[in-house]
Nanobody
Framework: QVQLVESGGGLVQAGGSLRLSCSASGTMVIMQPMGWYRQAPGKERELVAAITSTGYTNYADFVKGRFSTSRGSAENTVYLQMNSLKPEDTAVYYC?????WGKGTLVTVSS
C-alpha cells in the first residue's frame, strides 16, 4: 500500500519561498514518476510539476522559472521548491504517484 505525506506548506508573503516535501512509502514507489498538483478554492486540480525516475522534470507554464522539483537522495522523497510566490499560487498542493494521492498541504500567499 502506497502512502504519500506532504509537508512544508504555510503562509508566506508574495515574493517569498517555500519548500514542500512528499515522503512516499510502500512498494513500487521508488523509480516511479511522481507529480505535484494543486487545487485552489473553486477550481479544478491542476498539474504543477512532475519528475521521472531518471530525474527528467516537467513544469506547468504558470510556474516555469519559479518552481523546481527534485528527488531526495533516498529516492522516496520528492521536493517542490517554490520561489517568487504569487497570491494566485494559493492552493492545496498534492503529491501523486500513479493512482495514489497524499492529503495535501496548504500554501497561502498573501499580497
Amino acid at each position: 500500500q502506497v502512502q504519500l505525506v506532504e509537508s512544508g506548506g504555510g503562509l508566506v508573503q508574495a515574493g517569498g519561498s517555500l519548500r514542500l516535501s512528499c515522503s512516499a512509502s510502500g512498494t513500487m514507489v521508488i523509480m516511479q514518476p511522481m507529480g505535484w498538483y494543486r487545487q485552489a478554492p473553486g477550481k479544478e486540480r491542476e498539474l504543477v510539476a512532475a519528475i521521472t525516475s531518471t530525474g527528467y522534470t516537467n513544469y506547468a507554464d504558470f510556474v516555469k522559472g519559479r518552481f523546481s522539483t527534485s528527488r531526495g537522495s533516498a529516492e522516496n522523497t520528492v521536493y517542490l521548491q517554490m520561489n517568487s510566490l504569487k497570491p494566485e499560487d494559493t492552493a492545496v498542493y498534492y503529491c501523486n504517484v500513479g493512482v495514489n494521492w497524499g492529503k495535501g498541504t496548504l500554501v497561502t500567499v498573501s499580497s
